[in-house]
């Protein structure tokens, strides 16, 4: 990492939005590309809290304290999204249908977004058809589904099934989650079974050709 990215780093680790914003604000105005501040600054930060995030060490309010001010920093280098050139691909992600809960599905966003993935969200207690048809129209390479709750592992496993259908057998599928993420890849019927959203993160660099 380089010392000029020291600041900016600090401030995404310690969760600081508004330092965060005034670091890069401060790299742009000495003519620091933004593809340089994104690897070098938020991706740096992005894998030192990788790091951290050890069962002894995971601590959820800090990965949304960084989150927020990543993605604050995201939003102040372009307002209308990460441009086509930053772009590994799009990954659409979701919370099954019957599962209101979203904050795991927050966690891998902002994961994959500060790691240069397009992702289209489909919110909470979204059906499978609606999941697929967004991956179909966004040309997504992978879709990502967190479960909180045991009783929706019968519907994830559906949807390996109904994307072969539509003839998208090559989008992968990928599962996480607190309830997901106990069970085996062959028994949810999906790609790939992540631990956290880092884990999840690097499985998709690797099918995209980015790790």
Do not use: W
């Amino acid at each position: 990492m380089s010392a000029p990215m020291d600041p900016l780093v600090k401030a995404l680790l310690d969760g600081d939005q508004i330092q965060a914003i005034a670091e890069v604000r401060r790299l742009r105005d000495t003519g620091v590309e933004h593809e340089r501040i994104v690897i070098e600054g938020i991706e740096a930060a992005m894998d030192q809290l990788d790091s951290k995030c050890t069962l002894e060490q995971f601590n959820l309010l800090e990965i949304m304290l960084v989150g927020r001010a990543v993605m604050g920093v995201i939003k102040e280098l372009y307002p209308s999204g990460v441009p086509p050139f930053q772009t590994k691909g799009t990954v659409v992600v979701a919370s099954p249908e019957g599962d209101v809960h979203d904050l795991g599905k927050n966690i891998l966003k902002v994961v994959l977004t500060a790691k240069a993935y397009r992702v289209v969200d489909c919110g909470r207690d979204c059906p499978a058809e609606r999941l697929i048809s967004a991956a179909q129209r966004e040309g997504a390479f992978a879709i990502a589904i967190s479960g909180l709750m045991t009783n929706l592992i019968p519907r994830v496993r559906q949807i390996r099934d109904k994307i072969t259908e539509r003839g998208l057998g090559h989008i992968k599928v990928m599962a996480g989650g607190a309830a997901l993420k106990q069970a085996s890849a062959k028994s949810l019927n999906v790609d790939f079974v992540a631990q956290t959203a880092f884990d999840g993160a690097r499985y998709l660099d690797i099918i995209a050709g980015g790790g």
